[in-house]
Each structure stands twice: as C-alpha cells, then as structure tokens.
C-alpha cells in the first residue's frame, strides 16, 4: 500500500506534465502542490523548460524561487495558461473546497484569471458530497466576533482557526473561520450566503472552477475531467 505522500507525489509529478515551455503557470498552495513544484523544478534543471509560476502564497512563491522558477505576482502577468492547485475535498461534479492552508483567497483570484484550472490531490480527498472538511471563511478581523456569531446561528459551527496558541493570519493579514458543516446540501447557496455576508473576505467553496482532477491512487495518476 502507498503512503499518503506518495499518492500525492503521483498527482504531483503526473500534473506538470500539463507546464509546457513558455506558459505563465498559477502556482497553488499546499502539501501535493510541493510535489508539483518539485517536479517543476526537476523539468527546469534537467530539460530546460522555462514558464512564469504565479503564486497563490507567500510560501509558494519563495518555495519556487528556491527551485529556480521565475515569480510575477497576479498584477505582473497578462494572462495565466493554467492554474494547478490542490483541494481539500473534491466532489463527483468537480466542485470542491479549498483553503486548509488558509489561502484561498489568493487561490481564487488566481483561478479565475487563468484560462484553465486543474486539481491535484490524493484518492483520500475524492469525496461523494462535500462538507466532512471544515469549510474555510477569510474574514476581516474587525467585528469577527459579531460575524462568528451570526453563523453560529445559522447553526453552521464556527470555528476561529488558531496556530500556536494565536489567531491564524492569512497572508493579507486577515483570520480564518472554519465552518464544521457534516455536509453541504446546497453549495451554490451555501457560496451566495457567505458571500454576502459583510466582514467576509472570500470563502473555500470553489465551484465550477475547474474541469480536470489530477488523482493519485494505489494504481497510479488518473486524470478525471468534467
């Protein structure tokens, strides 16, 4: 039986097989996305390949530039060939959530700029309806705690994400909310809901996004589209 690590290696390494030589490449965020950016790096060392990595973090962006990449931010770019991303859950009709490292804020802005968008995860994350995962919620720090409260009358369990004892910051300074769902019925509801709610910023409901998932399982890559 493979690891979990190695599933997502397998996703990884199967989806920079989508960069081609002069493309301008979103960069998602997170642990499978590490593997994309290894392979990225190998394909740069030992084939020579040059394309144009836009982060979706901080993090992404000087875990690139350690491997060789060129980096331009979102506003530095005129268009973007394709977004690789990892996903938290992804559903049967290629819906999913995002944003367990806090960044889909950036992950989304980057997303919707780019001509095309394909995720990468492990079998784990294949899931028949979304929700088990805590939803994310970005949300302006000023006035959170009226904001938490109104969702925990919604009786949608929030939650104020914590790192080391203090309040989880994104890179733009703003706090996470993560909503303990169970399961989510009706997501496209779900996303006007919160995305009408002053004091949010963006949340990690990503519908409609992509047509392609990238999964790693025990019989190796499978490449699902919609």
């Known amino acids: 039986m493979k690891t979990q690590d190695e599933l997502k290696k397998i996703a990884g390494y199967k989806a920079a097989e989508l960069v081609e030589d002069g493309m301008t490449v979103g ?3 997170g642990s499978t996305v590490r593997y994309l950016l290894d392979a990225l790096g190998e394909r740069i060392k030992k084939d020579g390949v040059h394309f144009t990595g836009v982060p979706t973090s901080n993090r992404t962006a000087e875990y690139g ?3 060789g990449m060129e980096i331009k931010s979102l506003d530095d770019v005129d268009t973007i060939d394709i977004t690789i991303d990892g996903a938290d859950e ?3 009709q290629i ?3 995002k944003g367990g490292g806090g960044a889909q804020t950036w992950e989304k802005l980057v997303a919707t700029n780019s001509k095309e968008c394909a995720w990468i995860v492990d079998e784990s994350k294949v899931v028949d309806q979304l929700g088990k995962f805590p939803l994310p919620v970005e949300v302006l720090e000023y006035g959170h705690h009226q904001l ?3 969702l925990a009358d919604l009786g949608y369990k929030p939650e104020v994400r914590q790192k080391d004892g203090k309040l989880f910051r994104t890179d733009e300074g703003n706090i996470i909310v993560d909503l303990h769902l169970g399961k989510i019925a009706a997501p496209y509801d779900l996303a006007d809901e919160l ?3 002053t004091g ?3 949340h990690g409901l990503f519908l409609d996004m992509t047509k392609t998932v990238v999964i790693g399982t025990q019989d190796g890559a499978v490449v699902k589209t919609k």
Request: aromatic share 0%.
């Open 65 to 67: 530039r350690n491997l």
């Open 148 to 150: 938490v409260n109104r």
């Open 27 to 29: 960069l998602g965020t």
């Open 95 to 97: 819906n999913g959530i």
């Open 90 to 92: 992804v559903d049967p």
């Open 195 to 197: 995305s009408n709610m």
């Open 200 to 202: 949010v910023v963006e």
